[in-house]
């Protein structure tokens, strides 16, 4: 959804044949004879290839030559072999020529469709990446084979006469019939396919990077109609135990081989059947809002593990709700602000840190790909789209990295301005550039940047007025008390937020088996804080089951334990904060007695800043995109301010932010209000 006029018409596909010169000098062994053709993007038939350049000592390997004679070669990981890579490619173009037409037997794929020399044809391309995406159908490409173990297990499941009823209705009148599925259904689905001999089978999911890249999550978003399409056609050998390593598919071959240089081979292969198993996680988070022909009409709870089952195993999937090309703006714009926050969650992946901005942003409306963006480096180009944003649509980003928190002094306080901390940061994955995004919501902001806000009548009572910094709110408090009062406001979180609380015990729990340091205080302490969310009567009580075993029985000899240091880090996490950067800026650590936590700038210590502060909710709002923001259901995200000036209408100052919530008892001082207000937040 990039300018209309980045977007390609016509694009570069490759015809891939084999060659059959017996004395062609490029080799005697199998290889391509690559042409090249431009052509409509509307009009072609041929298919865009989704895949992973690879993981294991990437280089370029040579495929083939052009008409002209002139070597082609493509960057590849050693997990893709290279014979296998040059047969599935020849015959993807030559089964879609007998399908379609002659003039469809190609495909678009990125390293042999964008000339590299090109730059304006670079980024010209790369801004139409999502329209090609849409356009086109998509061919997810995988190195290696499957065992026989899903085959088996969908047959099985679809043998049944209960679930072959189920999925026999295809009008629409059966759109949303069973939605909550058959239990006995589900329990007889559900112990297929986490049979034992599937969880010992690492050859069973196929596993690969695909799933772990930022690119492919991108390119799996856009695409309407998807199918898997692997290297290797024969059915490979189950492989359950060290003893079966001759029979591993490419990728699990490498991976395992990597895990044998530093692990003794049971606990390499134990890694690997680890990896294999979750590859059936990370689909079911990338296909949502895909069915396939058997099951796109339903929407029970049937219906997810079938749609696996039919993708893993080479099935057309279809968009169920397809992400509309020309959709309005307003709704463009929603999407996009979606998966950027869905993103701050995510364990992807890229080559280039660039990447995590280009990927991404070329989805959203009006953006424009910077002509040097290859001389930018992360920060800058992240700050040049969220300028684009709030330049060209009047919206920002909320979220918690405030501007003013890193001494920004210029207008924008409350607002994303990554220049001023992500240049600290160490990136190792999408997550640590989108982790402080708060919420979907848009953000609305003047022409001169401030956020416009409609204040509460008097008398108005800020949060920081009502709080206590932790470290002396709890300085002489028993741990059961602390536990108590902190269980109290936790309740109140959103979901994400105290899924966060479980990441940082997964944190600590890997930290104490790699270092051999056993009875970690903080992960009992921590269990106990997100149990006592779990448990909460809004909760399912089922899901509270797997943590009575982290139950702490007693708390005695607790008296010692620096829970201080433990939550400050926790909130910070939460709130996707670089807890060095919040102690280096000197952020307070601020309660409210059973009701929120966060983080305030050293200003709000003073009783005259407490007294010219309000809290604001960056969440509730009207005067933009009011259809839009009607079917986010925001949270609550409140951020405290101090005034700078009166006239001619009250300025503030971001000065300290709390832990989103999904209910709030207080009043706050303002709202955001684009179209009657009367107090800036600048």
Not at 419 to 429: A, C, D, Q, S, V
Not at 570 to 577: D, E, M, N, Q, W
């Amino acid at each position: 959804m990039s300018s209309s006029s980045e977007i390609l018409q016509r694009i570069r596909i490759a015809r891939l044949q084999f060659c059959h010169n017996d004395l062609c000098p490029f080799s005697q062994n199998l290889h391509l004879n690559v042409d090249y053709d431009h052509v409509e993007l509307s009009n072609t038939k041929a298919p865009a290839i989704s895949y992973t350049w690879g993981e294991f000592d990437r280089e370029k390997v040579k495929i083939g030559h052009d008409i002209s004679g002139r070597v082609v070669e493509m960057e590849l990981g050693k997990e893709w072999d290279v014979q296998e890579t040059i047969m599935r490619l020849a015959m993807l173009c030559i089964e879609n020529g007998e399908e379609h037409g002659s003039e469809h037997a190609g495909v678009w794929i990125d390293q042999l469709c964008i000339r590299q020399t090109d730059e304006a044809e670079i980024r010209a391309t790369l801004a139409s990446i999502p329209t090609i995406y849409r356009s086109l159908e998509v061919v997810i490409l995988m190195p290696g084979g499957l065992c026989g173990c899903l085959r088996e297990a969908r047959a099985k499941i679809i043998a049944s006469p209960e679930i072959r009823r189920v999925f026999q209705a295809r009008n629409s009148s059966a759109l949303f019939a069973d939605k909550a599925g058959n239990p006995r259904d589900q329990d007889y689905i559900a112990a297929i396919v986490s049979s034992r001999k599937i969880l010992d089978c690492v050859n069973a999911y196929g596993a690969c990077t695909y799933f772990d890249r930022i690119w492919t999550r991108q390119e799996l978003l856009y695409s309407h109609d998807v199918r898997v399409v692997r290297t290797r056609d024969d059915e490979m050998a189950c492989a359950s135990s060290p003893a079966d390593a001759g029979h591993l598919s490419s990728f699990v071959d490498k991976l395992y081989h990597r895990l044998l240089k530093t692990n003794p081979p049971h606990v390499a292969f134990t890694e690997v059947r680890n990896a294999s198993m979750d590859v059936w996680t990370k689909v079911e988070e990338s296909l949502l809002d895909f069915g396939s022909p058997r099951t796109r009409l339903k929407f029970g709870c049937d219906h997810g593990v079938l749609t696996r089952l039919d993708f893993l195993l080479g099935e057309r999937l279809k968009k169920l709700i397809p992400r509309g090309v020309d959709a309005p703006v307003q709704i463009g714009l929603l999407q996009f602000l979606t998966q950027i926050a869905l993103l701050g969650r995510s364990t992807r992946k890229t080559t280039k840190a660039r990447d995590y901005v280009t990927s991404v942003w070329v989805d959203c409306p009006g953006y424009v790909l910077p002509a040097n963006y290859k001389k930018m480096c992360l920060p800058s180009l992240l700050a040049d789209g969220i300028r684009q944003l709030e330049s060209k649509h009047g919206i920002s980003v909320e979220v918690s990295c405030l501007a003013g928190f890193f001494g920004f002094n210029s207008i924008g306080s409350a607002l994303w301005r990554p220049m001023t901390y992500l240049g600290r940061r160490k990136i190792e994955g999408v997550s640590d550039v989108y982790r402080t995004v708060l919420s979907a919501t848009p953000l609305p902001i003047t022409p001169s940047g401030e956020i416009p806000l409609r204040l509460t009548p008097l008398p108005r009572t800020a949060f920081s007025q009502l709080a206590v910094e932790y470290s002396k709110s709890f300085s002489n408090s028993p741990i059961t008390k602390v536990v108590e009062e902190l269980g109290s406001i936790i309740r109140n979180w959103v979901p994400w937020c105290a899924d966060r609380i479980a990441s940082r015990v997964g944190e600590y729990i890997t930290l104490s088996l790699t270092s051999g340091v056993h009875n970690d205080p903080r992960i009992p302490f921590l269990y106990k804080l997100y149990g006592m969310w779990m448990s909460d009567q809004r909760r399912n009580a089922l899901s509270y089951a797997g943590f009575s075993n982290t139950e702490v029985r007693t708390w005695n000899g607790w008296e010692n334990f620096d829970h201080y240091s433990v939550v400050y880090s926790l909130i910070a996490t939460v709130l996707g904060l670089d807890v060095r950067d919040c102690q280096n800026c000197g952020l307070k650590l601020m309660v409210v007695p059973g009701h929120c936590i966060g983080f305030t700038t050293p200003v709000l210590k003073s009783e005259a800043g407490r007294e010219e502060a309000i809290t604001v909710s960056i969440t509730h709002f009207s005067g933009i995109l009011k259809e839009v923001h009607r079917i986010t259901k925001p949270y609550w995200v409140t951020l405290e301010a101090v005034k700078v000036a009166d006239q001619p209408v009250p300025r503030y100052r971001a000065t300290g932010i709390w832990v989103p919530q999904d209910k709030l008892s207080l009043q706050v001082g303002a709202y955001v209000d684009q179209n009657d207000y009367d107090a800036l937040l600048e």
